[in-house]
């Protein structure tokens, strides 16, 4: 079994940077895809950021293209989104989540193709 744990997360301003990592345990063959879903409220979840091990593709919602970076160290055991240039339309909790489907449209990633989730943890950037 997969299991994912979140860490980092915090209050900041606006343009300002926040790292979030996710630690990752079980089986790899599982979460041979890992990513990031954030959900503002009363919005529903967005996926952002989705990273491939085999070929180390990497996929981000146009939301955060150019301001966030997906990373998985050579074990696949951790992966880190890099969050600069924040904003206050980037308030949420924030996912990480594993599967084994592939897609190179964002668009592809849904609930249904990722079984494994952490808890969330929450972003907050405020003025």
């Known amino acids: 079994q997969v299991q994912l744990v979140e860490s980092g997360g915090g209050s900041v301003q606006p343009g300002e940077s926040l790292t979030l990592s996710c630690e990752a345990s079980?089986?790899?063959?599982?979460?041979?895809?890992m990513g990031w879903f954030r959900q503002a409220p009363g919005q529903e979840r967005e996926g952002i950021a989705f990273?491939?091990?085999?070929?180390?593709?990497?996929v981000y919602a146009d939301s955060v293209k150019g301001r966030f970076t997906i990373s998985r160290d050579n074990a696949k055991s951790t992966m880190t989104l890099q969050m600069n240039a924040l904003k206050v339309e980037d308030t949420a909790v924030y996912f990480c989540?594993?599967?084994?489907?592939?897609?190179?449209?964002?668009?592809?990633?849904?609930?249904?193709?990722?079984?494994?989730w952490g808890q969330g943890t929450q972003v907050t950037v405020s003025s």
């Open positions: 989540v594993a599967g084994t489907y592939w897609y190179t449209n964002i668009r592809g990633f849904s609930e249904s193709d990722l079984p494994y």
């Open positions: 079980g089986e790899t063959s599982k979460r041979q895809v």
């Open positions: 990273n491939y091990a085999y070929s180390g593709s990497t």
